[in-house]
């Protein structure tokens, strides 16, 4: 398991914009996040301004609805401008709920039309294709 294809390139791009950066997953517990990003030559604590993961028995739209609302606060972001990338159909709806704008990625467990479906403003195949959604939704 390693880092998907322009993450690094990405979340560099959105730094040298002012742009703020949250890592929040159900994948993996911090120790396996830290892991996997060093192999790429990332250090979690410096690359994300934030970074969350939730317990096993979390999962679901309720605990990444919590840990989304906890990134949003931690950065002091305002709800109608920060932008959740996703790639299922629980990531879409929950930051849906919270009045995000949501950006579904191709790389996981969403086809494109379940998170279109869920409410998605934008669906890209990979993170490579990120900031030109951004800019495109404005």
Do not use: W
């Not at 996040?33 to 790429?40: E, Q």
């Not at 301004?49 to 919590?66: N, V």
């Not at 039309?113 to 869920?118: D, N, P, V």
């Amino acid at each position: 398991c390693g880092v998907l294809p322009g993450v690094k390139e990405t979340i560099l791009k959105l730094k040298e914009r002012g742009i703020k950066t949250a890592l929040v997953t159900t994948t993996l517990d911090i120790d396996g996040i830290v892991s996997v990003l060093a192999k790429d030559g990332i250090n979690t604590i410096s690359f994300f301004d934030f970074a969350f993961t939730l317990e096993p028995k979390e999962k679901g739209m309720l605990g990444i609805k919590e840990a989304l609302e906890e990134a949003v606060s931690k950065l002091s972001l305002s709800q109608i401008n920060t932008v959740y990338v996703g790639d299922s159909v629980a990531n879409i709806l929950a930051g849906k709920e919270l009045g995000l704008v949501t950006i579904g990625v191709l790389t996981g467990f969403g086809k494109e039309a379940e998170l279109f479906g869920a409410g998605a403003d934008g669906v890209i195949k990979d993170l490579t294709h990120l900031m030109e959604k951004i800019d495109e939704l404005g």
